[in-house]
């Protein structure tokens, strides 16, 4: 499709295991965001890519939290040694231009639930 | 002061009726404004713009000012399908786009 596409659409983990969340955003995107969403709340920005340069990981709430975008595309977003306090949306947007919320496109999220 | 705060509601109208809700940012060097449209277990879709002079698309018109730091929007003649969270986007300084926590509306029948 030409959408932005997140895989696992649900995830399960115990606490203590690590997760991989993935996004395949449309193609030809510069920017890539992630967010953290909890029930209820708005999204939380976690972190921002300009092509494969990661401008920007100051919402990361841990060193936990790992993301990479190596080759300009795919995003992967890792979180080691969940937590209860992990359990969240994470969605994922791309936009074809750098920083402009105007043209943010929204894959539908991976929810996360930690046990 | 957050970023960018918002009323979280829920604000409860009934059908045909106005409403309005604002947002504040705290970062005056902020450029660019929008607001998105969430549905429930939804992703974040771009509803409008929000520019200088102020817009109006249909039914919604959405303003900002600069002095005070803050964005609405208006929604007239409210539909059932207008129910969902509102979030306002501020795109601030170093490509950083900020979402607010969004208000819920409700629209009655």
């Known amino acids: 499709g030409a959408g932005v596409s997140q895989s696992p659409r649900y995830k399960v983990a115990k606490r203590g295991q690590d997760v991989a969340l993935r996004c395949d955003p449309i193609?030809?995107?510069?920017?890539l965001f992630w967010y953290q969403q909890a029930l209820g709340q708005g999204p939380e920005f976690l972190t921002y890519f300009q092509n494969e340069a990661q401008l920007d990981k100051s919402g990361l709430p841990s060193d936990r939290f790992f993301a990479e975008r190596p080759e300009g595309s795919v995003s992967t977003l890792k979180i080691q040694r969940t937590q209860q306090e992990d359990s969240a949306v994470y969605l994922c947007?791309?936009?074809?231009?750098?920083?402009?919320?105007?043209?943010?496109?929204f894959g539908s999220g991976t929810q996360l639930s930690v046990l | 002061r957050k970023e960018v705060e918002q009323d979280p509601g829920p604000f409860n109208v009934p059908e045909g009726a106005t409403v309005a809700f604002n947002c504040t940012y705290s970062n005056s060097a902020s450029q660019s404004f929008f607001w998105y449209r969430q549905d429930c277990r939804k992703e974040p879709k771009l509803l409008m713009s929000v520019y200088s002079s102020g817009n109006e698309d249909g039914r919604f018109t959405a303003q900002l000012n600069r002095a005070s730091q803050y964005i609405s929007l208006l929604i007239r003649d409210s539909k059932l399908s207008d129910s969902a969270t509102y979030l306002c986007v501020v795109d601030g300084w170093d490509d950083k786009i900020i979402f607010g926590k969004g208000t819920r509306l409700h629209i009655l029948p």
């Open positions: 193609s030809g995107h510069v920017s």
């Open positions: 947007a791309s936009s074809p231009f750098a920083g402009r919320g105007e043209k943010l496109f």
